[in-house]
């Protein structure tokens, strides 16, 4: 591929709700363009954008793909990203690093439950709206027209118009230029006289929103002149990059119509690398030349061939054969070869440019998120901001040796993915993975399987509770050995109160008159501390509680730290059971979003879930339910919420705070616990 000028580039992410055929629409543009010799299809699994085997087997996108097209003297980067809410770390990445959005909706279902997300997801860029598969039974545009300016305001505006419907279905009118591209042909013609009546109502709507964008426009408009098309080209360019306006184009991807008419939009109307504001990590902006930056915004991990690093190059240029600095970790990376890059297909070129897209294998210390640069420059970019994890599962390895390398391998995949997060739950001893969704952590352990040959089940997690008091507490904890040669002896006397939620623990030295000396009273704290791990009602982790030593007995000959370290821990088991402990569970603020007509059926299932319901908020067709539950209610929430809603629904939740459990759940819980203790032992 020729090397093309940064005005010449184009950096556009293709996203959707899922199972609008962005894919497919990718695939089409492509072989239209002439960048692939045939088009593949999702059923056959050759398609450009779906390489990997995870992709080909659920025959979805789970990862963004990047594949250039050449079209009117410039080079468009398409992103083409999974639509599945599952995968939006995949969204994420694509959205920082384009410079354009094109959302395309399904003509037969509109705006989704998902559009809505990658239309927030997108709020920062320049968006064309693409109406696809109008070649479908029920397939609407009028009627996605209307509900997107409904969702989205009045800047939505059409730009080409569908020439017939469903299997009758026989190209599109470009409103901009006033021409009709037909299936099949190359180049515009005239447009049919039986569309014309609708071609001018709609070319009126767009004419209107542009003009009222340019004082100069809106008064030869309302004098009744004429709008030349380059003027009108012009203004809406400038209305498209100011996020004022938002044109919706007409396509049927699995049939090649409309795609001249977008691949015309996208260089026209989107803006050139050149032309976008960059930003630095600190919120300033970078000021684009010479000095090299160029932000990772993916990480491939391969056993074969090592780490790939996807890159965008925001200033200066990159240069294979060179050496890099990583801004991050102030590490030299030294690059060797350089690749245009092409679904799973590379092409090495010498260099890529202020703008370019490419792919550097074997960088040793650079990950996702990461900045190379020089290091007199030392320029740092902003990173991502994935969205938060939804679902929780614990690890088990199957075998010894899958034990030994779990570590490893897991590091590598959450390179690879950082939406992915995995941690160890001391109070339980498991390892926990975390992610966006059921599918997403399939996905990841498949991947553990297949890259790295480690294999693991995922489970239900054990919920992390804690313990507490609610009341004061008093008690003496005694350890008397005497019984001939050196004894053991330590006497202390605690005083225990619960602490505000969150303080954790806090120990007081209260003692008078040396009856403990000092050299114990650490040792008695030691003592506490230690039965803090292990609780005392279920052995879940206390929180929240103050002990204050009061009083305590020491013998000059026998008191030892160990035999104070023991009283300790046996006069605070004590106390504690005295002043009402409780078990706390963690709570989690939910938001979930779903089609109104769901709602009802989702605030029913949310109280019997014991919720708090903060709120209920209308969002154009959808409801964003917010509430407080109960983490042991949420434990296999994503597969509810999909049968509940017909897949159409999402929800996103964090860790909040911790309540006291009911007290008929507690004597449950502890019972639970005590049958598994007994069982490890």
Known sequence: MKEYAPAQLRNVGLFSHGGAGKTTLSEALLFRAG???????????????????????????????????????????????????????????AARVCDGATIVIDG??????GTDAVWRRTSRLPRLIVVNKLDRENADYRASLDSLRERYGKGVVPLTFPIGKADQLSGVVDLLEGQAFMAGKQGGEATPAAEQGTVDQLREMLVESACELDDDLINKYLEGEEISPEELVKAVRQGVREQKLF????????????????????????????????LREDGSELEIGDKLAAL??????????????????????????SHVWNTHKSKDERI???????????????????????????????????TLSTKDAGIALAGFDYPPAAYFASVHPK???????????????????????????????????????????????????????????????????????????????????????????GVVNLEIEPTSRGEGFEFVDKIVGGVVPRQFIPAVEKGIRETLDQGVIAGYPVVDVRAALVFGKYHPV?????????????????????????????????????????????????????????????????????????????????????????GRGTYAMQVSHYDPVPSHLQAKIVEERKKETDGEH
Do not use: C
């Not at 890529?352 to 550097?360: E, F, K, S």
């Open 35 to 93: 960048a692939i010799t045939r088009m593949g299809s999702i059923e056959d699994g050759n398609t450009t954008t779906d390489f990997d085997p995870d992709e080909l087997r659920r025959q979805m996108s789970v990862s963004l793909a990047v594949a250039p097209l050449e079209w009117e003297g410039h080079k468009v980067n398409l992103l083409d990203t999974p639509g599945y809410a599952d995968f939006y770390g995949e969204v994420a990445e």
């Open 108 to 113: 037969v279902a509109g705006p989704q439950v």
């Open 247 to 278: 044109p919706v184009l007409a396509s049927a991807g699995s049939r090649s119509i409309g795609l001249e008419s977008l691949m015309n939009a996208i260089v026209q109307l989107l803006p050139a690398p050149t032309e976008v504001e960059v």
């Open 296 to 321: 990772v915004f993916k990480t491939v991990s391969d056993p074969n061939i090592g780490r790939l690093s996807y890159v965008r190059v925001y200033s200066g240029t990159l240069t294979a054969d």
């Open 336 to 370: 060797g070869q350089v690749f245009h890059i092409r679904g799973k297909s590379q092409e090495p070129t010498q260099r890529l440019v202020t703008g370019d897209i490419g792919v550097i294998p074997k960088l040793a210390e650079t990950v996702t998120g990461d």
């Open 399 to 489: 075998s010894r040796n899958d034990v030994d390398k779990l570590s490893t391998a897991m590091a590598r995949l959450l390179e690879e993915d950082p939406s992915l997060q995995m941690h160890r739950e001391t109070s339980t001893n498991e390892v926990i993975l975390s992610g966006l969704g059921d599918s997403h952590l399939e996905v990841a352990v498949q991947r553990l399987q297949r890259k790295f040959g480690v294999n693991v089940t995922l489970d239900v997690p054990k919920v992390a509770y804690r313990e507490t008091i609610t009341s004061k507490g008093t008690a003496e904890g005694r350890h008397v050995r005497q019984s001939g040669g050196h004894g053991q002896y």
């Open 558 to 646: 026998d008191s030892s730290e160990a035999a104070f370290k023991t009283a300790g821990a046996v006069g605070f088991k004590a106390a504690f059971s005295q002043a009402n402990p409780v078990l706390l569970e963690p709570v989690m603020r939910v938001e979930v979003t779903v089609p109104s007509e769901f709602a009802g059926d989702i605030m029913g299932d949310l109280n019997t879930r014991r919720a708090h319901i903060h709120g209920m908020t209308p969002d154009g067709p959808n409801t964003v339910i917010e509430a407080s539950v109960p983490q042991s209610e949420m434990l296999r929430y994503a597969t509810d919420l999909r049968s509940m809603t017909q």
